[in-house]
């Protein structure tokens, strides 16, 4: 059974589709990058996934159930997301930050146990963090910040994972890193679904990708057929020998 | 929280009420006095403080908004209006209708001002809290309104508006009491949705908690300490808004340690103030709404002086 499944998705935010009878399917261990211009809408395309955002028409089930009907705290469990920026005024720890990965787990009023600081400390070893779980999140630069968003994600023991834009802001170095560490989840079983800015990054790990171009047309499949220089010019409206072209 | 930090904590509280026991003229040398004036008048100001600290946490937390107290988002004067309205309409202060009547006027200025800040779109810190003082504006105009029309009661209700602490009804403190402490009691079953407010309702809903109801929840839960505490003390500003500030240094922020924390320290703040009021410009006495304006409003600049530089 895909972890999940979407059919004819449809969405407009006005007149016009932006997402127009979209349909593809995820399997443990797939890394599927979302690529397309701006305003293609990547972005939507997530939240639509997750129900924070309602699709006008269409189905989108996750592990088999149609994700409308599914109460939040029960979908937490099944997936989790990563936002492209969160930021708070207040100085939540690491540590308190990744453990919130675990309210779906353990409800608004129990305190911690045993095995929710297992995976929390789980989640930290796995994006490198470890080190910082005391700090503020406020004092850590955006790179390492969005490390521990991914680890809040992963604490959640959720079997799709989606993040917006995860390398945005971040230096090469970075960059790298968050790609090899999505691909490692997705070995590990997870299905994993990446919205991204340059294709070149696809090619660090990625077996599928959603290719949106805009107005609702889409085309979507298996990484090294999706990224061929002649679909991404014309997605992104590029010349095909342009060098900005993986 | 640490050992110490709790004993220090205690330590403040503890010496609030002393204070607040001796303040006055007469010091320690009437029991009478003391018993009779001063301890209720102290439970009233631990009870409204309490009531204002609690609300003020509640409101910071799940608007993911550092300058939000139920004074600014118009909370207080939206229970205010409603007071007085009562007063004027002759219903008592014990009777449940006046306690529902509070609490609805202070609901509807919350979500007024809410729904206001919302209209602008994505909903900024910045628009809360114009929106809270456009509809706090207005409401002060009606309930001035009504106090210029209404001769015979006004100085009395006046006194009331300013946010005073005197002569408290024992079934008044014993009602917003029983109010406060349940809506702390209930704040604090749900902690660990508020921590995941405090980072943002996205965020709040990918962890599983559905956005839309904890807002209106802990709305519904700090109208009610709001509007229990102005049953008592009327309108008393920035209780709410600096205490959870001094509260989070101690504590951190999760919402666990913080909301019985602020309803603590806001009633230490409170009771402090109150007894500053009668002691320091003795013998007259001033108002426990104003010492806090005193203290607070330098305070609620400061923190608008923080945000705007980016590191709250």
């Known amino acids: 059974m895909p972890v999940l499944k979407v059919t004819g998705l449809t969405f407009s935010y006005g007149p016009r589709p932006l997402i127009q009878g979209l349909s593809f399917e995820l399997r443990s261990g797939d890394f599927m990058c979302v690529l397309g211009p701006n305003g293609s809408g990547k972005s939507t395309l997530l939240k639509l996934l997750t129900g924070f955002m309602k699709a006008s028409s269409g189905s989108v089930k996750l592990g088999g159930k149609e994700a409308a009907l599914i109460e939040p705290g029960r979908l937490a469990r099944l997936a989790a997301y990563v936002a492209s920026e969160t930021s708070t005024p207040y100085d939540f720890s690491v540590r308190e930050t990744v453990l919130l990965g675990r309210t779906a787990r353990a409800g608004f009023w129990r305190g911690y146990r045993a095995e929710d600081g297992a995976a929390a400390g789980l989640a930290m070893e796995e994006t490198g963090i470890t080190a910082l779980a005391e700090r503020s999140i406020n004092t850590l630069s955006t790179g390492e910040r969005q490390l521990v968003f991914i680890a809040q ?16 802001h971040l230096d090469l170095k970075y960059k790298a890193e968050i790609m090899a560490l999505l691909a490692r989840l997705g070995r590990r079983g997870l299905a994993v679904a990446a919205v991204l800015h340059e294709p070149a990054l696809a090619r660090l790990g990625c077996n599928k990708a959603l290719l949106l171009n805009g107005g609702g047309a889409y085309s979507f499949g298996a990484e090294s057929e999706m990224l061929s220089p002649e679909r991404l010019a014309a997605a992104y409206g590029l010349p095909i020998d342009s060098p900005l072209l993986p | 929280m640490t050992r110490n930090k709790s004993l220090i904590f205690f330590a403040a509280l503890a010496a609030a009420c002393l204070f607040s026991l001796a303040a006055g003229p007469a010091g320690w ?12 008048r102290t439970l009233a100001a631990l009870a409204v403080g309490a009531g204002l600290g609690l609300a003020g946490a509640l409101f910071q937390g799940v608007l993911k908004n550092p300058l939000s107290d139920p004074y600014i988002l118009g909370t207080s004067s939206g229970a205010t209006a409603a007071a007085v309205f009562c007063f004027l309409a002759g219903i008592e202060r014990t009777s449940p209708v006046f306690f529902l009547a509070v609490f609805a006027g202070a609901f509807g200025a919350t979500f007024l001002s809410y729904w206001l800040a919302r209209l602008a779109g994505r909903l900024s810190d910045a628009a809360l809290v114009l929106a809270g003082v456009a509809v706090s504006a207005f409401l002060s105009a009606l309930v001035m309104l009504t106090l210029t029309s209404a001769r015979e009661r006004s100085f009395s209700l006046f006194y009331f508006v300013l946010g005073g602490l005197y002569s408290v009804q024992p079934g008044v403190l014993i009602a917003s009491s029983l109010i406060i402490l349940a809506a702390g009691a209930v704040a604090m079953a749900r902690w660990r949705a508020l921590d995941a407010m405090a980072l943002g309702s996205e965020n709040a809903y990918h962890l599983g908690v559905d956005p839309e109801r904890e807002r209106i929840l802990f709305f519904a839960l700090a109208c009610a300490a709001t509007s229990a505490a102005v049953a008592i003390g009327g309108t008393i500003g920035f209780v709410g808004l600096m205490t959870p500030h001094i509260i989070r240094r101690m504590t951190g922020p999760s919402a666990r340690v913080l909301v019985p924390a602020a309803a603590l320290g806001g009633a230490a703040l409170l009771t402090a103030a109150d007894a500053a009021g009668r002691s320091f410009f003795s013998p007259s006495e001033i108002p426990a709404g104003v010492v806090m304006a005193l203290a607070g409003a330098p305070f609620f600049m400061w923190l608008l002086w923080k945000s705007s530089r980016g590191k709250n």
């Open chain 2, 29 to 40: 040398s009437s029991a009478d006095i003391i018993i009779n004036l001063r301890l209720p």
């Open chain 1, 153 to 168: 994600a992963l604490a959640q023991e959720a079997g799709l994972l989606l993040l917006d834009e995860p390398t945005s």
